[in-house]
T-cell receptor
Framework: DQQVKQNSPSLSVQEGRISILNCDYT??????FLWYKKYPAEGPTFLIS?????DKNEDGRFTVFLNKSAKHLSLHIVPSQPGDSAVYFC?????????????FGSGTQLTVLP | EAGVTQFPSHSVIEKGQTVTLRCDPI?????LYWYRRVMGKEIKFLLH????????ESGMPNNRFLAERTGGTYSTLKVQPAELEDSGVYFC???????????FGPGTRLLVL
């Protein structure tokens, strides 16, 4: 049973507009969440993270929002650029006292149209 | 600083054969992780080394998989004998400390025929 779910396998957005990628999780023990970006034939690249003690973290064009009560997080990309086209994985991690194995969602393919 | 490297990039073998994948983590990273992505699905955790010790191998699918990290540097993941369902992309990741960001290698694409 998947503990991290990305229900949208694909998303297309016009260049300059906002991209919103969503992720839901079921395990309430997760306390650290990450987004990775993956280009074809490459490994996942870390993008941004958020601790469960926060509800928002921002880094340039990328903002991650966490709603713990809904067990939901989202990644906002503003403005979207063609180079952002990639597969985006949401990942979650248990508390820092245990092994930091990541549990991933199945990914969302983002296509930014010029 | 060199990133995580993996060898080979691709491997095509027949069912029943043996394959060994190698991962070289970022220098100074004590934590090394193996993950696998099968059939375009989610990336799944296989195991975690801290230096040369296996910290967590709860994700290893069965005893056909053997991971080692002798000397706490590079790691190998051996599949023997390989089965069709072992096909997928095997990723290695490393981090300096357990709580820090994991950096991924490019992966090894394994196809078992």
């Amino acid at each position: 049973d998947q503990q991290v779910k990305q229900n949208s396998p694909s998303l297309s957005v016009q260049e300059g507009r906002i991209s919103i990628l969503n992720c839901d999780y079921t395990n309430s023990m997760f306390d650290y969440f990450l987004w990775y970006k993956k280009y074809p034939a490459e490994g996942p690249t870390f993008l941004i993270s958020i601790s469960s003690i926060k509800d928002k973290n921002e880094d340039g064009r990328f903002t991650v929002f966490l709603n713990k009560s809904a067990k939901h997080l989202s990644l906002h990309i503003v403005p979207s650029q063609p180079g952002d086209s990639a597969v985006y994985f949401c990942a979650a991690s248990p508390p820092s006292g245990s092994a930091r194995q990541l549990t991933f969602g199945s990914g969302t393919q983002l296509t930014v149209l010029p | 600083e060199a990133g995580v490297t993996q060898f080979p990039s691709h491997s095509v073998i027949e069912k029943g054969q043996t394959v060994t994948l190698r991962c070289d983590p970022i220098s100074g990273h004590d934590n090394l992780y193996w993950y696998r992505r099968v059939m375009g699905k989610e990336i799944k955790f296989l195991l975690h080394f801290v230096k040369e010790s296996k910290q967590d191998e709860s994700g290893m699918p069965n005893n056909r998989f053997l991971a080692e990290r002798t000397g706490g540097t590079y790691s190998t993941l051996k599949v023997q004998p390989a089965e069709l369902e072992d096909s997928g992309v095997y990723f290695c990741a490393s981090s300096r400390r357990r709580q820090e960001t994991q950096y991924f290698g490019p992966g090894t694409r394994l196809l078992v025929l």
